[in-house]
């Protein structure tokens, strides 16, 4: 498998291992390697989130924050559209519309792997 992009939407205080927990889920569900994650993705707002800091640290992966009006290019690719997301963040989909955007800066057209996921306070989508 070509390398892949995680994005992450999560309430505020989510732990680090909740993140974990859906991110193993989802490779072990569709048999990807943790070895090809190239970066884990969210909006900016989620900057000062301690769960998604120490998991790109344990992960040893670069964590890139998105702007929402950076993440609504990719609102026409979306599985779903949340209301109280955008009503929050001023984007339809954080998890989906982050790994996009972080897919994008490799070659071709971001395609989502996986549509978002929801683990109690965690989103997660995959992209490449």
Known sequence: MAA????????????????????CQALDNLGLALADLRGI?????KADEPGLQQLAERLGLP???????????????????????????????VA???ALALASQQPGTPRLLLT?????????ALAC
Do not use: K, M
């Open 116 to 124: 978002r996921q929801v683990l109690g306070p965690a989103t997660l």
């Open 4 to 23: 892949f992009y995680a994005g992450f939407g999560c309430r505020r205080g989510c732990p680090a291992d909740t993140l974990e927990n859906v991110l």
């Open 63 to 93: 964590l890139v924050l998105y702007h929402s009006g950076q993440l609504q290019a990719y609102e026409q690719l979306l599985s779903h559209r949340s209301a109280a997301t955008h009503a929050h963040t001023g984007c339809w989909g």
């Open 41 to 45: 993705a969210s909006i900016s707002l």
């Open 96 to 98: 989906e519309s982050a």
